[in-house]
């Protein structure tokens, strides 16, 4: 690995834990891209896997009072199955594949909230989010804004909403470093890994963006953390459709 793409690495670590520090989900979106960029499939699922695991664990545990843990016990249970079903199915995405889904899922938040009445605080509906999530984030690397529409009708606050995710998100993040890191260490791919080195760096880096991206959530409100964080994934999709459709258009 040369040193521009480990200090790119570790520079998205930083500010997309910050991001998702804020906004609860952008975070993910935007380090997945930029892992695909540098980094092959398997292992970019795997080395976002961890710093977002690291990064959503801490998150929850700055924010432990405000998490719904009976919401995060459906959602285990549920990521453990679709965990499974994808082990077996032995899907990897191709480059082009991935950066068209990761462009796809931010237009998941323009849905109406009138067509899906989701509220993840029903038990059978924190189960449907941990199942349907942990598979799509399994297919593109991440499903924020599909986890979001589980949230949208809560009457859970800010700080709720942002605790719950990460600690629910530290399943689905287990879920994909199983998924396509126990492959990678069985073959040849563990050479396309990232050094230790890198991570024992990257995951402090991870835990003070989530901190600094903590201190920002204290000055938003819960108006503008909605709207915000729907604008900011959509721009990121977009950007990714285009890549999909360059590296498309080069045969990749």
């Known amino acids: 690995m040369t040193l521009p793409i480990a200090i790119f690495i570790l520079a998205s670590a930083f500010a997309t ?4 520090g804020v906004f609860g989900m952008a ?6 891209g930029a892992l695909a960029l540098v980094l092959p499939v398997s292992a970019a699922f795997v ?3 961890i710093l977002q695991l690291v990064a ?20 285990a249970l549920a990521s453990l199955i679709a965990g499974v079903l994808v082990s077996l199915a032995a899907f990897t995405p191709s480059k082009p594949f991935l950066f068209l889904m990761l462009g796809l899922v931010p237009w998941l938040t323009w849905l109406p909230t009138g ?9 059978p509906q924190a189960f449907a989010s941990g199942f349907l999530v942990t598979g799509l984030n399994l297919m593109a690397g991440v499903a924020g804004p599909l986890l979001d529409i589980f949230f949208v009708r809560t009457e859970l606050t800010r700080h709720a909403i942002v605790a719950t995710k990460a600690a629910t998100q530290v399943f689905a993040h287990l879920a994909k470093i199983v998924v396509y890191g126990a492959p990678l260490m069985v073959g040849a791919g563990s050479a396309d890994m990232p050094p230790w080195w890198l991570f024992a760096l990257a995951i402090p880096l991870s835990m003070a963006g989530t901190w600094c991206g903590g201190l920002i959530l204290e000055r938003v409100s819960d108006v503008n953390f909605k709207r915000w ?19 498309l258009a080069g045969g990749a």
């Not at 975070?27 to 997945?32: F, I, K, P, S, T």
């Not at 067509?115 to 038990?123: F, G, Q």
């Not at 964080?229 to 590296?247: K, P, S």
């Open 17 to 20: 834990a910050a991001l998702s």
């Open 27 to 32: 975070g993910g979106l935007v380090l997945m």
């Open 47 to 49: 080395t976002h896997g």
């Open 56 to 75: 959503n664990g801490w998150r929850a545990i700055l924010h432990r009072r405000h998490v719904r843990w009976d919401i995060v016990g459906w959602y």
């Open 115 to 123: 067509w899906l009445r989701l509220d993840a605080a029903r038990p």
């Open 229 to 247: 964080t729907r604008w900011i994934v959509t721009a990121v999709g977009v950007l990714y459709l285009i890549q999909a459709a360059q590296l």
